[in-house]
């Protein structure tokens, strides 16, 4: 299942975020450990490249600044438009010996228009200044736009897209009908464009003649970013996913991989000695119980703390997921890794974390004047027996087990809980028309670092069609009204105070929106979050490859978005053996295999977007973001800035 995740996430990378992406699927992932400590928020104040010599040194994090909390509604003045500067390294070469130029950054941007981009909702023009920098003209300032141009798209090549960068740029200039036939004949030629060769700027290309169904050769690129500083001559990568990875570890010929294991795979790799090290750090998602508000008493939130108190969920996260996921504590609605970013230490003081207790879940019951009848099983206020279906898609095998494991808590208990399995390919559908009394799904999802993905996701429509209060009979989801309180009493509206979370790019003035969702999510409890997946990502740290940072480095709290591996890579901090000859670096995914592999960026059977890991070793992104840090820390770019 890992397999889908990694598709999607390299999806991500090619389009913009807020253009929507693909639906992980659950996965395992590693043993969990300590929560982070308190950071600063996501800021953009800019920052100057730090040398690329070495993964980041372990600093203490600053406190997050406490922004006075809003006192009012927001009102319908949005953020002041803004220019977002990228000053681009100096003399940068493609592998094909052209300039990296800001030109090429325009004309991805152009191409971007021409396919309809969401991102141009935010845009309003990108301007190259010089060959080394770029001017974006933001009119609708947020954390999606501002992820989606300094970390997540790719930047094209002019020597193989220049054509059609050049047709999007007159397009553009001349306002086009995007849904013209003549726009649909260019972007028609471009996505049936097949080039001979990859044109990257990272320090590896694949090796056209090494693409098999079983292999890929990526070879140094000599004249691509950091390639000075990175010793290994070339990158292997088997095609496959753990069914053909283990075989490979257990001979000592896998260096890493990103695909999950379970908990037999991880016990086998350990076992070959101590140079085997399961890297974990969150894959900031993972699954939670929706309510349905049109079910009474389910609209109740005493029921739903209840809920919250009769299940175990260090039980139910190792019964789904073994060592590798660790139980929700704050129950905000996002991230466990988030919340010291964005609450601060009196707020988070504030939470309830619902520990496994079962006289607080009688006591909030019969508060209600529910009792328990003569079979066991609880009655609510209106002499109806408390027993309910719980919805779980079929091939989300770790949700399946989470949900079975719910139902026998809660029948123990006295809840009644009948789990029925569905297709996934239902979800959004039947999410939508809200056709479940209890629902097991993606609870929070993070595609970039920012509250607002989670909460766009599971309390309002967005992509999972999770919650629309004010939409028609029949399509208003869950059906969780806007107008809520936090558990101070405060008075706020969902929809207006996520809006106005994503506004602009001033975290401290974003916090207070965060703060009232999050203690409005965690007293009401519109979706009991479960648990959060961790990843399992096994290194052998002797064999080929040397100087890995020690597992419990803080880089590691980083998702595979910002990638640990990628990052420690690309610094040149990793090194060949003394045994390591070849200076091979191994490692596998399951990229397009031939005849459908080509290498057409556009493309979607391009076989150079191999996820959110490996892509960077071909296109290093402009910035990643730390979550130690709180902010995007400059990585190919030399310097951005907004003003």
Known sequence: MKKHVLLAVALIIVLAAMAGCATPTPTPAPKPTEPPKPTAAPTAVPTKAPEPTKAPEPTKAPEPTKAPAPTTAPTAAGPQPVTLTINLRKGMKWSDGTPFTAKEVVGTWNILWMQSSASWKMLTDVVAKDDNTVEFKISKPGPAILDTIIRSTITRPYSQYGKWMDAAAQFRQANADRKSDAVKKVLDEMLAFRPANPVVYGPYVIDPKSVTEAVVTMVKNPSGFNADKIDFDKVTIYWGDTVQDMPLYLSGDMDYSSNAY??????????????????????????????????????????????????????????????????????????????????????????????????????????????????????????????????????????????????????????????????????????????????????????????????????????????????????????????????????????????????????????????????????????????????????????????????????????????????????????????????????????????????????????????????????????????????????????????
């Open 262 to 643: 379970s908990p037999a795979n991880l016990q086998a790799i350990r076992a070959l000695g101590n140079q085997m090290i399961v890297l974990g750090g969150p894959a900031t998602n993972g699954p939670g119980i929706y309510f349905n508000n049109d079910v009474y008493p389910l609209n109740k939130k005493e029921v739903r703390q209840a809920f919250a108190y009769i299940i175990d969920r260090v039980e139910n996260c190792k019964v789904a997921f073994g060592e590798s996921c660790r139980p929700v504590q704050y129950l905000v609605g996002f991230t466990d890794a988030a919340v010291p970013t964005w609450l601060s230490a009196d707020q988070m003081g504030k939470l309830t974390k619902y520990d496994k207790d079962w006289a607080k879940a009688e006591a909030l019951l019969t508060g209600l004047g529910f009792k328990k009848g003569s079979d066991g099983i609880w009655v609510d206020d209106k002499g109806k027996k408390m027993e309910y279906e719980l919805i779980v898609p079929a091939d989300f095998t770790e949700y399946l087990a989470s949900s079975e494991n719910v139902a026998q808590q809660m029948n123990k208990f006295g809840i009644k809980i009948t789990v029925k399995p569905y297709q996934s390919s239902e979800r959004n559908n039947v999410h939508k028309a809200g056709k479940y009394q209890l629902s097991m799904d993606i609870g929070f999802r993070f595609t970039y670092f920012h509250p607002y993905v989670s909460y766009d996701y599971n309390l309002r429509p967005g992509i999972g069609y999770k919650n629309d209060p004010e939409g028609p009979e029949g399509a208003r989801g869950m059906n969780l009204p806007y107008k809520q309180k936090t558990k101070e009493g405060k008075d706020i509206n969902i929809k207006e105070w996520v809006d106005k979370m994503a506004e602009g790019f001033d975290a401290n003035a974003q916090k207070p929106y965060v703060a009232d969702v999050a203690s409005f999510f965690n007293d009401s409890l519109p979706v009991l979050q479960m648990f959060e997946r961790y990843l399992t990502d096994p290194i052998d740290t002797k064999t080929r490859v040397t100087g890995w940072l020690p597992p419990d480095d803080k880089i590691y709290k980083n998702n595979q978005n910002n990638s640990p591996v990628a990052r420690q890579f690309l610094s040149g901090q990793l090194k060949p053996s003394a045994t390591n000859k070849t200076k091979e670096f191994k490692t596998s995914y399951p990229y397009v295999q031939p005849p459908k592999a080509n290498f057409n960026l556009y493309s979607t059977d391009n076989v150079m977007l191999m996820g959110a890991v490996l892509t960077n070793f071909e296109y290093p992104p402009f910035t990643y973001y730390d979550v130690n840090e709180g902010k995007y820390i400059p990585f190919f770019a030399e310097s951005w800035s907004i003003k």
